[in-house]
């Protein structure tokens, strides 16, 4: 039988009947119980709490960390009581103390493992995470150009077949059909044609990362120690078992046609799964059960997250109707040029397309940000110390409504000192910046870093952050373990290295007056957003132009404020070396996508509804998978 996500599935499956019913909701109580009372087995940080239940975490994560941010902290660190333990919640300015430092002191890696209860839901790239992201942000971020006409023939074919005629204004459930054309076109670039029409493959590629949810809340109700046990009452880990499986059925031939091809006749398809096969050492080119788990990985980070803000943007789009004559005109303009969709630098020019869906972001992305765990004592700038295992979050529901962070006010808070690590204390030097590399140096205007120092132009195609994101073969002890795995990483890194070289375009080190020239390309007179209107709307507002007006200011901010760009404030993507390698690659398939739905449907809500509201369990924000938008052709 069935259950909803919620109940916990006891063998015999009749438990659920008559008296045994009463049994499930004993066992229910109980475990509900422990889970209320139990510690949180955090380590003590000294620092304020924010005082809440558990359940306003559960339910109301988003309006309780924008309350916390916004009535009593901002700059200050702060803790709160969550389901995954007390979280410390650290403020823009000491994101930009820390966010440099090494994976042995702040690890992404043991937050997400521990997050994601790796020992239970084996949800982890292990050894290969350094390879996956650096693929993710390389060849994946090099080849936008090549993909989008691959990925608009795939939206075809799926919009041809599971999108109705609209001939007239027909309704459709927006999260649905985005989900499932997001998988689609991820597919396509993942694991090429052949599999990814398959039903069984969207089919696991979009509930392993469902399964591993599940089952995360459903071990929370226990504790640390009773999990153990726990586990059997769990039926998405052995969903998630079957998951795997079901993908490697449809991998291993695959695999082993295309090794077999390569060394008949050295033909290569062009896809993840190809760059996987050949980024990774001899001795495990053959292991399948390893790209298995890595393509599942790759679509559980990947096409959740990217439909979440599809799904929110076609909301608004359609809330908006003001806003899907603007975008339709710059879709036009720029699209039905001679070859539109198939060249280069197109997506990269949509860029009031570009500043909607950030604004898009910005209302109904990520409540919390910077998932990481301290694995050695840091001492912040402020005297705060955080322990190992003080696992840390950046406050995102509120930061990205402070109106400091969003280009409105002069006055930002300056960054305090960098912070120190235990080792450096007791070698008693004196406080220095520890995350010294140049691009990652916070300017005096906000904490600003990364990306934004890359023209939009190689942010679409080169997909590389930093120079100091670019991993060297120090950064991936892992990979390469042994002399062969060396010069196989070798190779991949030196055409890493090669590319990202030959497409950079100078990094900006600190702030320069200079840069705030205006910006000619954004400053035509006939423009209709170069008026008295090109004030940001307050920061409740949904302001669709909000970026492109502030990109108009000069070229530092036309980098500044792309949607792929990093900042302490803007931390959608997180920060750091292990910012989302994958935005380019989001940004392109969304941009396609709304480009394709504009330039052949107008939108609207379905008469006499608000815009659907999203929905948040814990950290994670969500459009409401039931909401509708109507759809009708257009008649041109
Ligand atoms: C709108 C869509 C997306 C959002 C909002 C998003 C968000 C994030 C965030 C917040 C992180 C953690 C960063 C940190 O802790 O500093 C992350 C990591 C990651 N994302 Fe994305 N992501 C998106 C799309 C994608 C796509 C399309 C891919 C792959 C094609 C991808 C691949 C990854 C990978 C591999 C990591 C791990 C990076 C590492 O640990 O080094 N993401 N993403």
Known sequence: MSTSPW????????????????????????AFTIWWFQGDGAVPVDVPYFKAGKTRWMFQADELVRES???KFKDRVYKIKATEGVQVLIPPKMV??????PEETLSATEAVREALMSKYTN??????????????????????????PVLREELEYITSKELPECDDWTSVKVQPFALRTVARLSGRAFVGPEICRREEWMDVSINYAVHVFVAVVKLQFFPAWMRPAAKYLVKELGQIKKDVSTAREMVEPMILSRIKAIEEKGEKPDDFAQWLLDGLPEHEKGDIQTQTELQ??????SIHTTNNLLTDCVLDLAAHPDMQDMLRDEVVEILNEEGGWDRKETISRLKKMDSFIKETQRLAGNVTSFIRKVCNPITLSDGTYLPVGTNLLAPLAGVSHDPRFLGMMEEVPQPGKAASTSSERDAAQPSKPIDTSPVDTPSPTDYITSAASYSEYDSESVSGSTISETPSIFDAPSVASSSSDLSSYLSISKHVEFELESERTPIVTTFDKSRSAPLSEYSSPSDESNDNSEKPMPTDAFDGLRYYKLRRRSQYDAN??????????????????????????AGCEIKTILAFFLSRYELRLVPGDERPKSMTIMMTRSPNPEGMVQFRKLHV
């Open 7 to 30: 109940s916990i599935d006891l063998r015999p499956s009749t438990l659920l009947y008559g008296t045994n019913l009463k049994c499930y909701v004993a066992l229910a109580v109980i």
């Open 96 to 101: 930009a103390e820390i966010k440099g430092l």
């Open 296 to 301: 599942l990985i790759l679509s559980a980070a």
């Open 123 to 148: 949800f982890c790239a292990g050894s290969h995470s350094d390879l996956l992201t650096l693929l993710v942000r390389t060849k994946l971020g090099q080849n936008l150009a090549r993909l989008a």
């Open 560 to 585: 500044r404020w792309q949607f792929t760009s990093l900042s302490d404030s803007n931390m959608n993507f997180g920060g750091g070396k292990h910012a989302c390698p994958g935005r380019f690659f």
């Open 69 to 71: 941010y916004e009535k």
